[in-house]
T-cell receptor, first 110, second 113 residues
Framework: GEDVEQSLFLSVREGDSSVINCTYT??????LYWYKQEPGAGLQLLTY?????DMKQDQRLTVLLNKKDKHLSLRIADTQTGDSAIYFC??????????FGTGTSLTVIP | DTGVSQDPRHKITKRGQNVTFRCDPI?????LYWYRQTLGQGPEFLTY????????KSRLLSDRFSAERPKGSFSTLEIQRTEQGDSAMYLC???????????FGNGTRLTVT
C-alpha cells in the first residue's frame, strides 16, 4: 500500500480543464483522496471516493476511479489561477494509515 | 470548528538541541496522526494515536523521536539531539475515526542549522 505515483508537473491555461492522474498498487484500499497544498500550508481535503465507486462529482471537481487499472484522476473544470497548487492523491485502508503520492504541481497560466 | 492547530509554525534550532511541537486536533476527533514532509515529497507517515493509545509507529521514527497524547486530546512530538536531516515540515492531522478523511494543520517547519 505504499506505492502511489503521480506526474510531477502540469500546466494549463485559465479556463481550460485540468486532469491530474494518480496510480496506486494496492487494490485493497478503502478510500482514495485528493488533497490540495498551497505554499507554506498544510493539506486541504478536496474530495474523496469510496473504492467501490467509479465516479464522484463535486462542483468543478470530478473524480474517476478505475479499479482494474488502479488509476485515479481528478478533473478540475474551468481552472482558475487560484487552483495553482500541489495536488496529492492518497489511499487509506480500513482502520489503518494513509499513503500519499509525491504530488503534482499545477500551474495555471492566465 | 477551529480546525487542527499546530504550534509553533516555524522553529530554527541548532544541531544537537531538543525540540517539541504541539498539535491540537479537531475536538471530537479520536485519531491523531503525525507526518513529515520534505521539499518535493508527499507526507510520510510517522505515527498515529487512537485516543491516548499510540497504535502504530513508522520505521522512519528513530528512537530520537517520541510522541505522546496523554489525555487523548492534544499531542506533542519531541525530537531529541536534532540532526540536519530532521529539517522538514511536520504535519499533524486528525480524523473522526479510522474510516474518515484526515484534516491537516498548517504544519511546523523545522530548520536545523
Amino acid at each position: 500500500g505504499e506505492d502511489v505515483e503521480q506526474s510531477l508537473f502540469l500546466s494549463v491555461r485559465e479556463g481550460d480543464s485540468s486532469v491530474i492522474n494518480c496510480t496506486y498498487t494496492d487494490s485493497s484500499s478503502t478510500y482514495l483522496y485528493w488533497y490540495k497544498q498551497e505554499p507554506g500550508a498544510g493539506l486541504q481535503l478536496l474530495t474523496y471516493i469510496f473504492s467501490n465507486m467509479d465516479m464522484k462529482q463535486d462542483q468543478r471537481l470530478t473524480v474517476l476511479l478505475n479499479k482494474k487499472d488502479k488509476h485515479l484522476s481528478l478533473r478540475i473544470a474551468d481552472t482558475q489561477t487560484g487552483d495553482s497548487a500541489i495536488y496529492f492523491c492518497a489511499e487509506s485502508f480500513t482502520g489503518n494509515q494513509f499513503y500519499f503520492g509525491t504530488g503534482t504541481s499545477l500551474t495555471v497560466i492566465p | 470548528d477551529t480546525g487542527v492547530s499546530q504550534d509553533p509554525r516555524h522553529k530554527i534550532t541548532k544541531r544537537g538541541q531538543n525540540v517539541t511541537f504541539r498539535c491540537d486536533p479537531i475536538s471530537e476527533h479520536n485519531r491523531l496522526y503525525w507526518y513529515r514532509q520534505t521539499l518535493g515529497q508527499g507526507p510520510e507517515f510517522l505515527t498515529y494515536f487512537q485516543n491516548e493509545a499510540q497504535l502504530e509507529k513508522s520505521r522512519l521514527l528513530s528512537d530520537r523521536f517520541s510522541a505522546e497524547r496523554p489525555k487523548g486530546s492534544f499531542s506533542t512530538l519531541e525530537i531529541q539531539r536534532t540532526e540536519q536531516g530532521d529539517s522538514a515540515m511536520y504535519l499533524c492531522a486528525s480524523s473522526l475515526d479510522g474510516n474518515s478523511p484526515l484534516h491537516f494543520g498548517n504544519g511546523t517547519r523545522l530548520t536545523v542549522t
